[in-house]
């Protein structure tokens, strides 16, 4: 049995599935000691096996059958375990159980995916995030099913499967693997222009989050509250990160291909040291009589609604403080669902949640069996009781012979919950019209929006954005794609339109741009919150390194919540001046300048050419990536022979205060004062 304390009610419940092999004999699933697990039984020493072997067939045959279909979008995925604490109580909005009180814990279950590429794939390519939450409420499950951008491609869910094949690797060669830089997927956004605003989100930085810790949530689709005087309002859920939200530039992300895992290793190994990512869960809340107030449609998931107009009103913590203990039973078997709702919450007539609503259950069942819910990551912590019956891998014994309501031979039950003893209601709002297959004309602005996005946008993001853009378009092979994209563009920001259109070799049409010149300062990234907290620096040494001055930065540095990661030319220890000594926490070989998000450079008496040239390198890549650089003085020539020692966030470290300045300059993270040439615009 595991040593855990203090456990929730789901990780009770969770506690009664695992098992622990170590230690334990050897026994087969049918519950036969074995003897021999590495022989088959063979007719004479170097005779034939035979078939009489149950032991060797049933590990064969259940090794063949131990994959299960992945996901058939965000295939690539990440999980967590992790609670909720509500701030105040939210009854005045919603009867939802998990919102009342705030000395109630809500155990969660969080599943961070990717949406295109297989489960396999590289983890930082340019890509929408998954964020889904599944909280186990008194009520029962409900689910928020988000990604890290607050709008979506399209607006109706029966063009969702037009969209995925579009962006999964093209069906005739099989390429790209979990990247949107090709035709069909650019010819689909340029052919279906509801996805221009979608278009600007997945070109930013905000598709290249830097880890899961910093990454943003949203609901994305319209729901309501509902109060217990049966009163409805307009809401969207959004997840804020407490470090801030923050991204990888693009030449990072490509080149931490070189670590497919990077987003999961860091999930795993910050929860494992302690620092448990902190989210906070909002709300955005619209009155039903403010329904048509907005100069955009409310049930439009291609719209935000920008928060200087719609206030967050933030409800809750979510943290995340526990890594899983089976990554297949756990993670791969959680079946999430937008409809996964309880009393108090839900759904408005947004047409593409009103489709999610189908293909989940649908997806669920295909996936894991038509009793997925008994799974023990997706199981209620309340008790299930229904006539639901048999069907693949049931785990539930019903005893009795009665499965059907109405009955009399058990007395009507189970028997249905009338709505005041907590029985769910739907909410009654009214529908009216002719059955019809039509966009509604409020949908139909498709490039006001996208404006906003631009008009937001600070100059380093439009860079940014425009070296997307370049690049995802430049892969393309057919011109007429590129051209067709440009045309969208231009329809959003000539601004934009021009330096793309010139980077791939197209033309801008001359199209009536928007005129919209609002903004929303929240959508940028450059107005998140900067900290230091969990941040990691690496420090170079080598070999006779000054002691006490290392000692004493190492200790302000942890104090202030950063990560120094020791880095010299080899792993084991490394021995400085004072008896100071160190392991080595990453050499030159094991370590990448791309998972430190700043450096220090210190040297020592010994460092060797070696040394040189190893530090030099990771100072560049890192000099490039804007990230901050601090020296002590003894090793600052280096700085000066790379031409860097005089740049912004190049720290040399000549006076007392260099341990805050340094604490400062990780905390802005980024320079991007620094000369730059990874783009062209
Ligand atoms: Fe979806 C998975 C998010 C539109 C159909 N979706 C899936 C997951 C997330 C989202 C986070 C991964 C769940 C997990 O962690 O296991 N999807 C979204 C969002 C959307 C959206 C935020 C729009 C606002 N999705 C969408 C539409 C459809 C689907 C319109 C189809 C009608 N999505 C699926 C799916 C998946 C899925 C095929 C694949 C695996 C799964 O459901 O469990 O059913």
Same mark, same amino acid.
């Given at each position: 049995m ?7 009610k789901?990780?009770?419940?969770l506690?009664?599935?695992v098992? !622990? ?6 026994i087969s ?7 021999d697990?590495e ?16 032991? /060797? ?8 059958r ?29 009867m ?10 809500? &155990?969660l ?7 295109v ?16 939450i599944?909280?186990y ?6 689910d ?10 399209? %607006?109706?869910?029966?063009?969702f &499967? ?5 962006v999964?690797p093209?069906?005739?060669?099989e390429? &790209? ?5 090709? !035709? ?8 279906n =222009? ?10 930013s930085d905000?598709?290249?989050p830097?880890?899961?810790r #910093? ?5 994305v ?9 049966? @009163? ?10 407490v470090?801030?939200?923050h ?13 497919? !895992? ?18 906070e ?8 009589? %403010? ?13 935000l ?14 943290t995340l ?10 993670t ?10 309880v ?13 999610r609503?189908?293909?989940y259950?649908?997806?669920q069942?295909?996936?894991?069996g038509?009793?997925? %819910? ?8 309340v ?5 639901q ?14 499965s059907?309501?109405?009955n009399?031979?058990?007395?009507? #039950?189970? $028997?249905?919950? &009338? ?6 209601? +739907? ?7 002719l ?5 509604a004309?409020?949908?139909? !602005?498709?490039y006001?929006?996208?404006?906003l ?17 370049s690049?995802?378009?430049g892969?393309?092979?057919? @011109? ?9 563009l /231009? ?16 033309t801008?049409p001359?199209?009536?741009?928007? +005129?919209?010149?609002? $903004?929303?300062? /929240? ?8 900290v230091?907290?969990t ?10 390194? =000054?002691?006490?001055?290392v000692?004493v930065l ?11 990661v ?8 490394v ?12 050499s ?13 450079? @210190?040297?020592?008496?010994g ?23 601090g ?11 790379m ?5 912004p966030? @190049?720290i040399?470290?000549?006076?007392? %205060? ?5 604490i ?7 320079f991007?004062e620094?000369?730059s ?5």
């Amino acid at each position: 049995m595991s040593e855990r304390k203090n456990l929730n009610k789901k990780e009770e419940q969770l506690e009664s599935f695992v098992r !622990d092999t170590y230690n334990q004999e050897m026994i087969s699933n049918e519950g036969k000691k074995i003897v021999d697990d590495e022989n088959s039984l063979t007719a004479g020493e170097r005779g034939p096996t035979l078939i009489e072997d149950f032991l /060797a067939r049933e590990k064969l045959a259940h090794f063949d059958r131990e994959r299960i279909p992945e996901r058939v979008v965000h295939a690539r995925g990440y999980g967590a375990h992790g609670e909720f604490e509500l701030y105040q109580s939210m009854s005045d909005v919603t009867m939802a159980d998990f919102l009342q009180d705030p000395a109630k814990k809500t &155990p969660l279950f969080v599943r961070f995916s990717q949406v295109v590429g297989s489960k396999g794939c590289n983890e930082t390519v340019r890509d929408v995030r998954g964020f889904s939450i599944k909280f186990y409420t008194n009520d029962g499950n409900f689910d928020i099913v988000g990604i890290n951008m607050p709008v979506f491609f399209i %607006q109706d869910a029966i063009k969702f &499967p037009d969209l995925i094949h579009s962006v999964k690797p093209e069906p005739d060669n099989e390429y &790209p693997q979990g990247q949107t830089a090709h !035709d069909t997927f650019w010819d689909f956004m340029g052919s279906n =222009p509801e996805t221009t605003h979608m278009a600007m989100w997945i070109m930013s930085d905000r598709a290249i989050p830097k880890n899961y810790r #910093t990454m943003e949530g949203f609901g994305v689709h319209t729901y309501r509250f509902v109060n217990k005087d049966g @009163v409805a309002r307009f809401i969207k859920f959004h997840v804020k990160p407490v470090l801030g939200v923050h991204p990888l530039i693009w030449d990072e992300a490509q080149k931490l291909g070189e670590d497919a !895992d990077f987003h999961r290793r860091d999930l795993w190994t910050n929860i494992k040291m302690g620092n448990h990512p902190e989210y906070e869960l909002a709300v955005q809340i619209i009155e039903e009589d %403010q329904e048509f107030m907005f100069d955009f449609d409310i049930l439009d998931p291609t719209k935000l609604w920008p928060e200087e107009e719609v206030p967050l009103q933030k409800i809750g913590k979510i943290t995340l403080n526990r890594t899983v203990d089976n990554a297949f039973s756990e993670t791969e078997q959680s079946a999430f669902h937008p409809g996964n709702i309880v009393r108090g919450v839900d759904y408005s007539n947004d047409p593409l949640l009103q489709g999610r609503l189908f293909s989940y259950t649908d997806t669920q069942q295909a996936r894991l069996g038509p009793n997925y %819910q008994q799974l023990p990551i997706n199981k209620p912590i309340v008790p299930v009781y229904n006539n639901q019956r048999d069907g693949a891998s049931r785990y539930v014994i019903d005893r009795g012979k009665v499965s059907y309501h109405k009955n009399l031979l058990a007395g009507n #039950t189970p $028997s249905e919950v &009338p709505v005041d003893k907590g029985g769910f209601v +739907t909410y009654p709002s009214s529908v009216e019209g002719l059955k019809k297959r039509k966009t509604a004309p409020s949908f139909k !602005d498709h490039y006001s929006q996208a404006r906003l996005f631009w008009n937001s946008m600070t100059p380093v993001e439009r860079e940014h954005i425009i070296g997307a853009y370049s690049f995802e378009l430049g892969r393309c092979l057919h @011109v007429a794609v590129r051209q067709q994209m440009v045309d969208r563009l /231009a329809r959003v920001s000539r601004e934009l339109a021009e330096p793309v259109a010139k980077n791939v070799g197209v033309t801008v049409p001359n199209v009536e741009e928007s +005129t919209v010149t609002k $903004s929303s300062p /929240a959508i940028s990234l450059m107005n998140t919150t900067f900290v230091a907290n969990t941040l990691k620096v690496a420090i170079f040494l080598a070999e006779g390194f =000054p002691g006490s001055k290392v000692d004493v930065l190492l200790k302000q540095w942890k104090e202030s919540g950063m990560h120094p990661v020791i880095v010299s030319n080899k792993l084991g220890e490394v021995n400085g001046s004072d008896g100071y000594s160190y392991k080595v926490d990453q050499s030159f070989l094991t370590g990448s300048p791309l998972s430190y998000e700043g450096a220090y450079l @210190v040297g020592g008496t010994g460092a060797d050419d070696y040394f040189h040239y190893q530090a030099r390198t990771f100072i560049m890549h890192m000099y490039n990536h804007f990230k901050p650089i601090g020296a002590i003085k003894e090793s600052s020539h280096l700085l000066k022979e790379m031409g860097i020692e005089e740049m912004p966030g @190049v720290i040399i470290d000549s006076e007392p %205060q260099f341990g805050q300045i340094f604490i400062d300059a990780m905390a802005k993270q980024r320079f991007w004062e620094r000369p730059s040439y990874l783009y062209h615009v």
